[in-house]
């Protein structure tokens, strides 16, 4: 499960944290050895430690109060969830296999054998069931405190009425089940968290009373792949945890050293540090580098150009098929995001389960297409040169973003195309602020935004007649049905079906028009080769590999 967030243009709104800009994605890039041990490698010298650069931290080292990236990360070394997101989108078992009751609500969580805790302590039915509880808690407030699933009493639990939730049941030391008061596919990422130990965590536990849980934040202990042995605002000590399931790690330590972006380049290039964490690698130029390589992924990140339908002119949808005519994705992105992203007709990520085997082709603009498609439709041009239809002038306003290259780029592409297909353009331009107030109050026509949340389940927020995210004021009761379904199976060849389908209702009725996706970029150290980049997990979560010949880490 990632922590993610939403917004417009900037992260100016908490609740909505990349909604109007770029945003960000998941996946991997080619194959590459695990350890190619080049002589020219200075990070070699330390032969048993691994050394991370990153930006600020919390020091809420606990799977249900991380803060930040940061504290993802770190967290992520020191506890392993019972499930979690795999590069695909498609969860993959980590300490606990899974089923699925018929009727998709009973999940049924069974641990592997032999795990412990770092303490030395085993992994429980007990700690799956007191982690859950937790959720539940009406005392919780950490990061997933709102994408708790609708567990079978878990509201009375939460408003003091019963003494635990009836939706929760250990059936014996390895199994535990959770019943939903309804089918919630996405509920598993959440209920796949790193289990917390009951007896480390609640030793004196009882329900809105968290006092040791929060008082343990700062000294964690979980059954990850390292232990934390030091902590202070500046640096991270971590030693390997020797009983590690899934095989001692080779590197002994692990040092995590807070510093600023121009210090954490200088450290990666002399080899002073194995990965970046805080962005700066994102663009530093590794060639002639030997001991670096470049790895790139696709982000949780789509570009849209966005509809709303109470403008009269958009109301009918072969109208925006054929504004959709008129964008050229590429030379969007070589414009204004060169090297930065991929064009994309779908608004699911291409490391979705749900992406197709055939990607659609993706040409340039065709006003002359999107002219014969408002001829079919009964559009007929008037003495301006510009279609119209029962006395209405296809004359629209893009509103482009001040200070925004993306949206700059895409008024241009508009102003150029859609008049050769016969729709007059008027482009105005808006700051941030003020198109975000125009969109809500239904004033704008056409505008560039973004979207951060890329599986097709995550639609719902969008094009839901009653979706958080909705400005289109879009409704079509065959995409809500289709993304109600989705949510409802747990079969990911189903899934991916009904997925495909929603793709194709979106295209003949568009809320919005899919641009890109972007791309995710960092340099690391050679030594970190066999990790994987992707958004649906840090990176952190493959430590325990590195170090290892490719046959050995199964690269």
């Known amino acids: 499960m990632k922590m993610k967030t939403l917004g417009l243009f900037t992260a100016a709104v908490m609740g909505v944290v990349t ?6 994605g998941r996946g991997g890039e080619e ?3 695990a350890f190619s041990g080049s002589v020219n490698n200075p990070a070699a010298a330390r032969k048993t430690e691994l050394v991370v650069t990153c930006g600020d931290y919390s020091g809420n080292f606990h799977p249900l109060y991380c803060q930040n990236e940061t504290d993802l990360a770190v967290t992520r070394l020191l506890f392993d969830p ?7 989108g498609r969860p993959e078992a980590v300490l606990a296999d899974w089923s699925l009751s ?11 054998e032999g795990l412990t805790f770092s303490d030395g302590t085993p992994v429980t039915a007990e700690d799956m069931a007191f982690t859950w509880t937790l959720l539940c808690d009406g005392g919780y407030d950490g990061w997933l405190a709102q994408h708790c699933p609708p567990i079978v009493g878990a509201a009375a639990y939460r408003e003091g009425l019963t003494a635990s939730v009836s939706g929760i049941a250990v059936v014996d030391e390895r199994t535990a089940t959770v019943t939903l008061e309804q089918p919630d596919a996405g509920a598993l990422f959440v209920l796949g968290i790193s289990p917390v130990s009951k007896a480390y965590y609640g030793a004196d536990y009882a329900p809105g009373k968290l006092d040791t849980l929060l008082l343990a934040l700062a000294r964690p202990m979980g059954c990850g792949q390292y232990t934390l042995t030091g902590l202070t605002m500046e640096q991270l000590a971590l030693v390997r945890n020797e009983s590690y399931h899934r095989g001692t790690p080779l590197y002994e330590k692990v040092a995590i050293l807070a510093t ?3 210090a954490a380049t200088v450290m990666l290039l002399r080899g002073e540090s194995d990965l970046d964490l805080t962005g700066a690698a994102a663009v530093l130029d590794a060639a002639g580098q030997d001991h670096l390589l470049t790895r790139t992924w696709a982000e949780d990140s789509l570009g849209l150009l966005g509809f709303s339908l109470g ?9 925006r098929q054929a504004i959709a005519l008129c964008v050229d994705r590429q030379a969007l992105i070589h414009a204004a995001l060169p090297g930065q992203a991929e064009a994309t007709k779908l608004p699911f990520s291409r490391d979705s389960y749900a992406w197709p085997a055939q990607e659609p082709a993706i040409g340039g603009a065709d006003p002359a297409a999107a002219a014969a498609l408002l001829e079919a439709n009964g559009y007929t041009k008037g003495p301006s040169g510009y279609y119209q239809k029962d006395g209405m002038l296809l004359q629209l306003v893009f509103t482009e973003t001040e200070n925004h290259p993306v949206s700059a780029a895409l008024a241009a592409q508009l102003s150029e195309y859609l008049p050769k297909a016969g729709i007059k353009l008027v482009v105005r331009k808006l700051d941030y602020a003020t198109l975000l107030n125009q969109i809500h109050v239904g004033r704008a026509e056409m505008w560039f935004m973004g979207w951060g949340e890329v599986q097709p389940e995550g639609l719902s927020a969008l094009v839901s007649a009653e979706g958080e995210y909705n400005f289109f004021q879009y409704s079509d009761t065959s995409v809500e049905s ?20 929603v793709a194709a209702a979106l295209d003949n009725n568009p809320p ?19 990790l994987t980049f992707s958004a649906g997990r840090p990176c952190t979560a493959d430590f325990y590999l590195l170090g290892r010949t490719a046959e050995e880490a199964g690269v």
Do not use: H, M, W
């Not at 998709?104 to 641990?111: K, V, W």
């Not at 403008?311 to 109208?319: G, N």
């Open 19 to 24: 909604l109007f800009t770029a945003i960000g």
């Open 31 to 33: 194959s590459v050895p």
């Open 82 to 88: 019972l499930v979690e997101e795999g590069a695909d």
């Open 102 to 112: 018929g009727d998709g609500r009973t999940y049924t969580f069974t641990l592997k």
């Open 260 to 262: 600023d972006r121009e």
């Open 311 to 319: 403008t009269k002119e958009l109301v009918d949808p072969a109208v």
């Open 482 to 501: 289709l993304l109600t379904l989705i949510d409802s199976v747990s079969d990911p060849a189903r899934r991916a079906d009904l997925a495909s389908q």
């Open 512 to 530: 919005f028009v899919p641009l890109y996706q972007k791309t995710g970029r960092i340099v690391c150290n050679e030594r970190c080769a066999a």
